[in-house]
T-cell receptor, first 115, second 115 residues
């Protein structure tokens, strides 16, 4: 069965500093990987996804992520954090159920941004 | 804009009193999902529909049921809510995918409180 580990429960960065959120996955086949962001009391918004091809993927809001198969990782990065980036970030792996994509989420990383 | 809509955004019910949460979509996606997200936890898939084909997760309690009368609407019924069912309930949709590579689009969620 697939699983996702986000080792950092809570991260605090200063506005303007760079950010890296870690994600490790376990999946027997080719992984389909996602990063979602959730603001308090809101649903999940897709930041970016990796299906195949270029291992460095660009997303919305200036985020990017790099897929490293050898390390089973899909870390999220942003060169300069804005105060509005404060939220909960979830990494997920998608698995095939035959007709649907079943997402398994990590436990999330809460990002706090200090001014 | 095409979107996923959940009503109500906030629902308060009494212990043991049946409650129904609603989800609608204008994306015309074949697949609809229901997730439960407890405070500070990752979303957990309860079940999904592929068209009218219902797919229950093995560990979803019998207390949770779902209906999908047409492509656009899906309902989550909690027959006898307990205090442990207080959570955010997220609805999501996706296209049919024969792999895990289907992006899911999430609604804003319904926050359920059980008194």
């Amino acid at each position: 069965a697939q699983s996702v580990t986000q080792p950092d429960i809570h991260i605090t960065v200063s506005e303007g500093a760079s950010l890296e959120l870690r994600c490790n996955y376990s999946y027997g086949a080719t992984p389909y990987l996602f990063w979602y962001v959730q603001s308090p009391g809101q649903g999940l918004q897709l930041l970016l996804k990796y299906f195949s091809g270029d291992t460095l993927v660009q997303g919305i809001k200036g985020f990017e992520a790099e897929f490293k198969r050898s390390q089973s990782s899909f870390n999220l990065r942003k060169p300069s954090v804005h105060w509005s980036d404060a939220a909960e970030y979830f990494c997920a792996v998608g698995a095939n159920t035959g007709t649907a994509s079943k997402l398994t989420f990590g436990t999330g990383t809460r990002l706090q941004v200090t001014l | 804009d095409a979107m996923v809509i959940q009503n109500p955004r906030y629902q308060v019910t009494q212990f043991g009193k049946p409650v129904t949460l609603s989800c609608s979509q204008t994306l015309n996606h074949n697949v609809m999902y229901w997730y439960q997200q407890k405070s500070s936890q990752a979303p957990k898939l309860l079940f999904h529909y592929y068209d009218k084909d219902f797919n229950n997760e093995a560990d979803t309690p019998d207390n949770f049921q779902s209906r999908r009368p047409n492509t656009s609407f899906c309902f989550l019924d909690i027959r006898s809510p307990g205090l442990g069912d207080a959570a955010m309930y997220l609805c999501a949709t996706s296209r049919v995918a024969t792999s895990g590579r289907a992006e899911q689009f999430f609604g804003p969620g319904t926050r359920l409180t059980v008194l």
